[in-house]
């Protein structure tokens, strides 16, 4: 399925509930949105992208009442901190709806009158359940155990006159537009799931409120108020200024991205709507999965919210946006990790990323006087890594078009971790015969990956471009471009900054200041597998003025090699030859281009630091126990 190849898109998503401040859910949703607008306008494609607040119903005027607040007051100081979140994120939105906005209200009106006009809403009496934080109704068959089916809360009951739309008359239709549109909604489970329900039939919805006022006046009845989804809905049209020149230009939308819990309301409601005012539905529902923390539903009472704004001011939102896209497959749930967001950063944004341009840049300006060198004729080393360049857009793109975010990314870091291994395989520093035409590729390839990278960490791609030289903006290029070595030789480069601040990770504090039990099990201490090694060989590593590689013989689990952090303590004469106590089974990591398979043991006391060593002659490998 390719779905984007037209020249508009116009992608929106879900607008928030201000009864409370944005969380990391609110966060997820708005980062995958930005990724495919970023990306869209990179292919060309003229973009517009939604986003905004749902302010009106009864959940959020019960908020207010608690908070003490007048409710316009309390939606204004809310809706500015999914603004703020928005700009934290980095996230382009073209425009920002709220709701209880003049020109929402005047048009939500014109669309009920509409609706009235076409003999789609009549006056009856609705008796069933309610369910206040989702605001949705229920009949008795729908509950579960009592309680709301989709957020398993309490339900109230309701009885009260008011105005109903037909939406069984479209039950037919919405079947017939599920029939002939494979991808309405993706992915296909979360088709599947609404088509079934779809079969059991549509009751008509009560789509009037009486007992408060916070909502757009009923333009039929100025006795009631509109029920808040009919109005939340309209939002994708009202924003365009339906039936103007926007609307004509921009709908139907590309993508309405929405989660889980809300698919029904954008697969079926929402197209009935639609289908009433003879306006095309939507040309795909994308609903994305959950974020639950350490397995749980996130939630104000449980106290397990976590704060977007927080994360990224601590770890910048390039490293957020970053771990939500690569952790979780789209479409489903994941479970968000603070340490995860540091590991990613750590071990795959600095020491893949950051490590492949800072050595790129630095080795060009130290051999080439900051520029862009000369290739003479390319070897089949050389062709291998251009030909991975040259298809990566193409390949890298279809992923994105089909959603697969992040497939698309491991992708465009697997490209990157090419660019350290042939960086590494060349060695330009020791090696002068291969240096120009090895720099002059790994240049390229920073290039490029600024450019297939700057969807999802924008801020970090335009330091890359600006570092190699570039001028303007990455994402003002052209996504095809990036299958082109484009930077030329002579090319001036610019200063290299550092990209990405490693962070040690923070340990799990214990609440309470009760001191910490610190104790491990022997089983546990009998899986570190701990091992005496011979040193072999001492190296330097290219820009790593704290390192040396160590390979090392551990006997019967051969030859390993490590980064270790001992050139300031020891010279390279001071450790070759000796045996050392090695950790074995460390998971491995990139640090400065090389693969570190485990860690040597070391006393670490202020400004000295002793590597633990054997005082008699012991057998590469031997355990430790
Ligand atoms: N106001 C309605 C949407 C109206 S759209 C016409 C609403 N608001 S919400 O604030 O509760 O949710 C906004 C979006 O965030 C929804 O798409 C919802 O699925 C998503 N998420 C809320 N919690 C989430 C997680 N824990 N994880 C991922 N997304 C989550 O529903």
Redesign the pocket.
Known sequence: MVFFTKSKFYIT?????VNGKP????A??KIIADVLARYNRLKGNDVFFLTGT?EHGEKIFRSAEKAGKDPQEFVDELSQSFRELCSVLSISNDDFIRTTDERHERIVQKILTRLYEKGDIYKGNYEGWYCVP??SYWTDTQLVEDNCPNCNRPVEKKKEEGYFFRLSKYEKPLLKLFKENKDFVYPPSRKKEVENRLKEGLNDLCITRKAFKWGTPFPIDNNYVTYV?VE??S??ITALDYPNKKFKKYWPADIH??????NW??SVI?PAILLSLEIKPPKMVGV?????LDGE??SKSKGNVVDPIEIANCYGADALRYYLISETAFGGDGVFSEQKVVKKLNNELADILGNFVHRTVILSKKFFEEQVPTPSNCTEIDRELIAAIKDAPLSIGKKYDELQLKQGLDETLELVTKGNAYLNAQEPWKNEEVRANTLYVCLNLCRNAAILLSPVIPTSSQKIWETIGEQGQVSSQNWENASTLALKPGHKLNTSKPLFKKVELKEQEESGGETMDNTITFDEFQKVDLRAALVKNVEDIEGADKLYKLTLDVGELGERTIAAGIKKYYKKEEIQGKTIGYVANLEPRTVFGVESCGMLLAAESGNNVCVVTFERDIKPGTQIS
């Open positions: 998503t879900a607008i928030d509930y969380h990391i859910g609110h997820y949703e749902d989702c605001e989804w939340a809905l939002n994708y991205l929405v989660g889980k819990d809300i309301f954008h929402w994305h999965g959950f974020l639950t539903k996130m």
